[in-house]
């Protein structure tokens, strides 16, 4: 089955301490992206990425770090800089001409 | 730059009702447009697209056209169902941009 996987599901952490979200598709697509989600807001994007070994900023990269060292996989570290990261995540990838994106499951981070 | 208006929410219907979900967007030239679909707990699904003036994209009993003279993308579906509660997404794409623009999203609440 094709698709994009999060892992885990729910992730709790205590504050001052990185953590790092998987990803990984295998869709084979060249696109990656990651955004953030509040209750009740719509989707603000992380950073993303176009091709191994390259990404770009989103709109919210600050206090988030990523790597792009394989085409399958696109980790997003949440840093002890982010000052509010309780949320949900959500990892997409996408391809073709009209930049369609699909979307994983989701990982909801808590940190007290 | 790029943007993408949603009718406010949430919108509360009871089953069987007919449903329309407004979209507006803001771009140059020929954007691509989405609607997702993100129920409880989950990342967004891809529900439909069109990708070129008076396409209607259609998926499960939904529809939407673009109109280019009005730039919106309107959701509808003729009879609603309690199982399509979830939160819609409307989002544009723009070729040379591989960034969705997204808008703010519509909470559905279907009640028998």
């Known amino acids: 089955d094709g698709g994009i996987t999060q892992s885990p599901k729910y992730l709790f952490r205590k504050e001052g301490q990185n953590v790092t979200l998987s990803c990984e598709q295998n869709l084979n697509h060249d696109a990656m992206y990651w955004y953030r989600q509040d209750p009740g807001q719509g989707l603000r994007l992380i950073y993303y990425s176009q091709i191994v070994n390259d990404f770009q900023k989103g709109d919210i990269a600050e206090g988030y770090s990523v790597s792009r060292e394989k085409k399958e996989s696109f980790p997003l570290t949440v840093t002890s800089a982010q000052k509010n990261p309780t949320a949900f995540y959500l990892c997409?990838?996408?391809?073709?001409?009209?930049?369609?994106?699909?979307f994983g499951p989701g990982t909801r981070l808590t940190v007290t | 730059g790029n943007s993408v208006t949603q009718m406010e929410g949430p919108v509360t219907l009871s089953e069987e009702a007919f449903l329309t979900i407004n979209c507006t967007y803001t771009?140059?030239?020929?954007?691509?447009l989405f609607w997702y679909v993100q129920y409880p707990g989950e990342g967004l699904q891809l529900l439909l697209k069109a990708t070129k003036a008076d396409d209607k994209g259609s998926n499960k009993g939904f529809e939407a056209t673009y109109r280019k003279e009005t730039t919106s993308f309107h959701l509808e579906k003729g009879s609603v169902q309690v199982s399509d509660s979830a939160v819609y997404f409307c989002a544009l794409s723009k070729l040379g941009n591989e960034k969705l623009t997204f808008g703010t999203g519509t909470r559905l609440t279907i009640i028998p």
């Open positions: 771009a140059t030239g020929y954007p691509s």
């Open positions: 997409a990838s996408g391809t073709g001409q009209f930049y369609e994106q699909y």
